[in-house]
């Protein structure tokens, strides 16, 4: 009898769980819901893997062991919300690969978002689309961006090989690259534009209004679109050139 009133309770926590994933559309088993609330912009770190989509605000992490996703930490600080490996953690594993193996990933709903932060070989993947009026992206050391975004102005600062992988629409996009990022922004369709780029980054986008542009230190830009460049500046090898 005790036995099956634990598997009965076991049960209802199972469906519990599975019916709060569900209203996010989250198929997956190690799915755990994390109660924070109150965020406009998202820090990620340490390697985790962020799916992104609008709506109503929502956070859920896993990974391949309890013991793994129970180290994930969430926490708001400031209208931020911080998703990361506590410290201690990533020194014990540091002998073992670090996260590899172990697919740290959160599951992220938010209704406004106004900034976003990746670093340390973490990455985002937008479902469906952001849209707002104002975003700064931040991705250093390794963070990958990839999604739609459509906003009014948009913010990029990238550095030491991370990369973006972009799409959508902005009125003004001011977008700053060096050590060796990477932004992919073709399918990214401007009015205004201020590029600048160095130390063997670069940038790819279409604008078609106006644009300044700084390359130097053998960073290139490269656009595509109806626009004209109203300022362009280049030394040391930098390039700019029409795609």
Known sequence: MLIMKKIGLFSISLLFSLVLLA?????????????VSGFHAIKVSTGIKVYLSQGTEAVAVSATKEEYRDKIITRVENGVLKIYYEQETLKFWKNGGGTRGKNPVAYVSIENIDGLDINSGASVHVEGGLKGGKLDLDVSSGGVFKGEVNFTTLAVDQS????VNISGTAGSLNVDGSSGSIFHGYDLTVNNCDADVSSGAGIQL???????????SGGYISYKGTGVIRNIRTSSGGSVKKG
């Open 160 to 163: 030491s090989g991370s990369v």
């Open 206 to 216: 279409t604008m078609n209004k106006e644009m300044s542009a700084e390359a130097s």
């Open 23 to 35: 209203q996010k559309q989250v198929n997956d088993p190690m799915a755990q819901v994390r109660k």
